[in-house]
Structure formats: structure tokens, C-alpha cells
């Protein structure tokens, strides 16, 4: 079956550290991977994604590589702000099941906190 | 920029009452859906709906809940005897097309059974 799994939180950084948040999933198909982010109070949002292995997906600064022979989609930024502060939920549809609307599996989310 | 809302963002029911969360998603959006996540677990796919029918359900989306789009802008999930184990964040969606990745949620209801 479908599904993921992201490395469990919280993780608590300074200002500037490099954030690496790990993801990995399993398909029974072809699967899109995506990083949604929920900050404090409002809804997910769609970070990035990436829809075929070793595409790179990237905005803001973060950035994920669709690592087929890994399954894995791992999300990271070079130097994190008090503002990213959030929940990241890492994400995958999976084309192959012919689901006429797409259907989501998330991961559990994981909880950053940036301190300045 | 156009957003998915959802009310209430709290709500506190007690265990065998109904319940119904209300979702207004983007104006010109044609697919609707219903997640939720019991706290500390994993967000989890409830059901899709368009064209007025269900899409698309998963194995917990049992007969105590059902779906409405009663007139052209809300979109409700309604549980009908809740239970202890329905106590979580229920997140709406809506997309404009068929791809999930152009979903939009909204900020989610908290719902507490006692």
C-alpha cells in the first residue's frame, strides 16, 4: 500500500543552522511526493513537490530531491529563520491507482522551532 | 488570496451527539475533501466529493459520517453519534482540478468528544 513516514520531531534550531527534515514512503505506483507546511493558526499549504524521480522540488529556500532507488524525498534548507518555525508534512499521491480525484497519504508532520 | 475556511475552529461535543463542521472552499473550486488527524498521529484521507456524489471514501468514513454541499458555497462533514475516538482536526480542501497537488486546506476544526 501507500504510505509515509517523516522523521519524528520536534526539532529545535538556531537561526542559520541547516534543516534536514527525513521522508520516506512507499508506493504501489507512480507516486507525486509534496512537503506541505502548516504554520501556527492557519491551514497546509503546499511547499514543494516533485512528480518523477530525481526531480527536485524547491521554494523559499527549501528544497527536496525525489530519490527513487531510496524512496525517500528529504527536506532541507541551507539556513533556517525564526519564520519557518512550523509543522512539515511530507506527502505523496499515487497516479497509478486511477483515482479520478487525488488522494493524499500523509506523514505525522514534524514540528520546527527556530530560536533567534 | 482566496482561501478554504472552516468554522468552528474549536468545538467540544459530548460523546453520542452530531456534529457538523462547515467548510466554505475557494469560489471557483470543483473538488472538495475531508482529512483529519487524531493528535499525534498521521493525516488521514476521509472522503472526496464532486459533482454532488462522493468520489471517493476510505475505510473510516463508516455510516456515522456523511457529506453535503447543501447550497453553492458550504461543504460540510457531519458525524452523526460521535465517539471518543472522533476527537481530532478535521481538515477541509478544495481544488480547482483533478491533480491533488492543487489542493487547498484550510485551517482545520479542532473537535474535542467528552
Known amino acids: 500500500g501507500n504510505s509515509v513516514t517523516q522523521m519524528e520531531g520536534p526539532v529545535t534550531l538556531s537561526e542559520e543552522a541547516f534543516l534536514t527534515i527525513n521522508c520516506t514512503y512507499t508506493?504501489?505506483?507512480?507516486?507525486?511526493l509534496f512537503w506541505y507546511v502548516q504554520y501556527p493558526g492557519e491551514g497546509l499549504q503546499l511547499l514543494l513537490k516533485a512528480t518523477k524521480a530525481d526531480d527536485k522540488g524547491s521554494n523559499k529556500g527549501f528544497e527536496a530531491t525525489y530519490r527513487k532507488e531510496t524512496t525517500s524525498f528529504h527536506l532541507e534548507k541551507g539556513s533556517v529563520q525564526v519564520s519557518d518555525s512550523a509543522v512539515y508534512f511530507c506527502?505523496?499521491?499515487?497516479?497509478?491507482?486511477?483515482?479520478?480525484?487525488?488522494?493524499?497519504?500523509f506523514g505525522r508532520g514534524t514540528q520546527l522551532t527556530v530560536w533567534p | 488570496e482566496p482561501e478554504v475556511t472552516q468554522t468552528p475552529s474549536h468545538q467540544v461535543t459530548q460523546m453520542g451527539q452530531e456534529v457538523i463542521l462547515r467548510c466554505v472552499p475557494i469560489s471557483n473550486h470543483l473538488y472538495f475533501y475531508w482529512y483529519r488527524q487524531i493528535l499525534g498521529q498521521k493525516v488521514e484521507f476521509l472522503v472526496s466529493f464532486y459533482n454532488n456524489e462522493i468520489s471517493e471514501k476510505s475505510e473510516i468514513f463508516d455510516d456515522q459520517f456523511s457529506v453535503e454541499r447543501p447550497d453553492g458555497s458550504n461543504f460540510t462533514l457531519k458525524i452523526r453519534s460521535t465517539k471518543l475516538e472522533d476527537s481530532a482536526m478535521y481538515f477541509c480542501?478544495?481544488?480547482?482540478?483533478?491533480?491533488?497537488?492543487?489542493?487547498?486546506f484550510g485551517q482545520g476544526t479542532r473537535l474535542t468528544v467528552v
Open positions: 506527502a505523496l499521491s499515487d497516479r497509478a491507482r486511477g483515482s479520478t480525484l487525488g488522494r493524499l497519504y
Open positions: 508506493a504501489t505506483g507512480y507516486p507525486s
Open positions: 480542501a478544495s481544488s480547482e482540478h483533478v491533480m491533488a497537488t492543487e489542493a487547498f
